[in-house]
């Protein structure tokens, strides 16, 4: 639950000028007043990465009506340098996408859009990534922006768990096909690479990432179960990595 | 526990000049054979990132007479490209360091050290990250390989959870004043950034990220109390990063 009108700052990992990123600006200024810090450039696939050993820069400019910085940096860049220096309050609600392809079950460990999400929900602020399951240019955002609506309204009406972080991904059909929404746990999946080997014109050899996505994991509480369903899976994440169920398995190692 | 003669492989986040991955490469060579494939340049702070929109080069050289493998990419994309390009068989054991610098508490998630560690465990491989606590490029890195020397015994000889993935921290003190090894859990700590802002020589100005580090975490179960009292912290990681804690209480979102 939000006091009074609140301070919305909205980010991505697609950059600042991704389609994805206007639709939630439009969205999330029905809400209140919006600040938009995102990458000068694609930052997808970053996850977590910050900017240790270089400079940022911040170049001011204007997108939907509200007013907007470029950052240098990563998405969690972005996060850390507008909670900590551009904006002038504690954001109240931070937005981050939508982003252009699935962020769930394992992509999120991957994913900028949703380490942008983590990072604000480490400043306690109340964060969300939204995920559209299309990568294409063309893509329509409208069902997708009709539930940012309706999460960020209940974020802002109704109380929620301090530093609450959602990732939310939106499968990629007609609004009226949608099942509707699914609190859900992160689906055990994994990539298993492959690696397109080619040669330069100076006859040296590089590669090109590429790989097939694999569930291992049959739950029907899970988020890719919700989105194969057509539902829209909403999983709520933290950045605690502890595997807490093995800690007493393996206490042995202490005495090595 | 592993069978036979071990395929070890050796990665960083420093990159593969650095000392603490000779330090490590070291004492990998008294387990079985070796194989480093680590960036071409530091990569600190790097988190989960991937190479997804460019190339990938790989460069092969020897490192204290171990194959080696400079890639330009970031350690969770050594980590891939090892695996599934590189080596001809699935290595027994990854071993990810020894960093320069504490990776304990909420560093994990930005710690290129340690993700690549995790993708290791993603890709069902034991693996273990190593950090020292110290920056300092004439850090002693002689207590470290001690401890990875018994943790590394260990995991060969004996039975391990599958994919088990350890984030190992050690005190940077005379390896006489360390108290033991320590399984515990992440401390629940946060980082209070601050941007020095500067003026470049065109007028602009630009940011460096510098910061506090925080904890918020009196438990005698953590990796920073352990680090506190001169013990080598040992903590499990996993990535389900989901918050299965409050599943239940945001069930309402479902009907927004």
Same mark, same amino acid.
């Given at each position: 639950m939000i006091e009074g009108s609140p301070l919305i700052l909205v980010v991505n990992d !697609?950059?600042?000028?991704s389609p994805g990123i206007k639709s939630l600006i439009k969205v999330a200024k029905e809400f209140g007043e919006v600040i938009v810090v995102a990458p000068d450039k694609p930052q997808s696939g970053m996850g977590h990465a910050i900017t240790l050993d270089a400079i940022l820069s911040i170049n001011e400019m204007e997108i939907e009506g509200v007013k907007a910085y470029a950052c240098s940096g990563t998405p969690v860049d972005c996060v850390k340098i507008a909670v900590n #220096? =551009?904006?002038k309050r504690k954001p109240d609600l931070i937005l981050s996408g939508i982003n252009h392809g699935s962020n769930s079950s394992i992509n999120v460990i991957y994913s900028g859009t949703m380490s942008a999400a983590l990072e604000g929900s480490l400043e306690k602020i109340p964060s969300v990534g939204f995920s559209l399951l299309s990568h294409s240019i !063309?893509? %329509?955002f409208s069902a997708a922006q009709h539930y940012a609506r309706l999460i960020i309204k209940q974020l802002i009406t109704k109380p929620s768990p301090e530093g609450i972080c959602l990732n939310v991904n939106i499968p %990629?059909?007609?609004?009226?096909l949608i099942s509707g929404m699914k609190v859900c746990r992160q689906a055990i999946a994994n990539w298993e690479e492959e690696y397109d080997e080619r040669t330069d014109p100076m006859g040296r050899t590089y590669y090109w990432l590429t790989g097939k996505f694999v569930i291992d994991d049959e739950g029907e509480d899970t988020d890719e179960w919700a989105l194969k369903n057509n539902y829209i899976s909403i999983v709520p994440v933290q950045s !605690? =990595?502890? %595997?807490? #169920?093995i800690i007493n398995d393996i206490k042995h190692l202490e005495n090595a």
């Amino acid at each position: 639950m939000i006091e009074g009108s609140p301070l919305i700052l909205v980010v991505n990992d !697609d950059g600042i000028t991704s389609p994805g990123i206007k639709s939630l600006i439009k969205v999330a200024k029905e809400f209140g007043e919006v600040i938009v810090v995102a990458p000068d450039k694609p930052q997808s696939g970053m996850g977590h990465a910050i900017t240790l050993d270089a400079i940022l820069s911040i170049n001011e400019m204007e997108i939907e009506g509200v007013k907007a910085y470029a950052c240098s940096g990563t998405p969690v860049d972005c996060v850390k340098i507008a909670v900590n #220096k =551009i904006l002038k309050r504690k954001p109240d609600l931070i937005l981050s996408g939508i982003n252009h392809g699935s962020n769930s079950s394992i992509n999120v460990i991957y994913s900028g859009t949703m380490s942008a999400a983590l990072e604000g929900s480490l400043e306690k602020i109340p964060s969300v990534g939204f995920s559209l399951l299309s990568h294409s240019i !063309d893509a %329509n955002f409208s069902a997708a922006q009709h539930y940012a609506r309706l999460i960020i309204k209940q974020l802002i009406t109704k109380p929620s768990p301090e530093g609450i972080c959602l990732n939310v991904n939106i499968p %990629n059909v007609p609004q009226e096909l949608i099942s509707g929404m699914k609190v859900c746990r992160q689906a055990i999946a994994n990539w298993e690479e492959e690696y397109d080997e080619r040669t330069d014109p100076m006859g040296r050899t590089y590669y090109w990432l590429t790989g097939k996505f694999v569930i291992d994991d049959e739950g029907e509480d899970t988020d890719e179960w919700a989105l194969k369903n057509n539902y829209i899976s909403i999983v709520p994440v933290q950045s !605690d =990595i502890t %595997n807490h #169920k093995i800690i007493n398995d393996i206490k042995h190692l202490e005495n090595a």
